[in-house]
């Protein structure tokens, strides 16, 4: 499974990746920012997005828009500090197939 990482926070990213680089048949892509994530996007076929909601660029919402819009087969799923409904509505209106808080047990990133 080919998965973007688009987040901005160094350590974060970095943690996500590792906890995902260590299932089986996951290949991880990082993106620092939304812009980053973007041109991953234009450029390669993931199965899935995984994003960020607020970052520099274009947000994780914008993103999910995008793939929304172009029609790409990638799955989009928003993790975040931000629980707000306004977002998790949203998110909902552009196709995101997860919604996980961070602060979320990692198993449930798995799973998702």
Known sequence: ?????????AMVRGALAALLGMEKGFEVTQAEDGDKALQCLKQNTFDILLTDIEMPGRSGLELAQ?????????KTI?????????????????????FLLKDSPSDELIQA
């Open 66 to 74: 995008w793939v929304l819009q172009h029609k790409i087969p990638t």
């Open 78 to 98: 928003i993790i975040t500090t931000f629980g707000r409904a306004g977002y998790i509505r949203r998110a909902i209106d552009m196709g995101v197939s997860g």
């Open 1 to 9: 499974m080919k998965i973007l990482l688009a987040e901005d926070q």
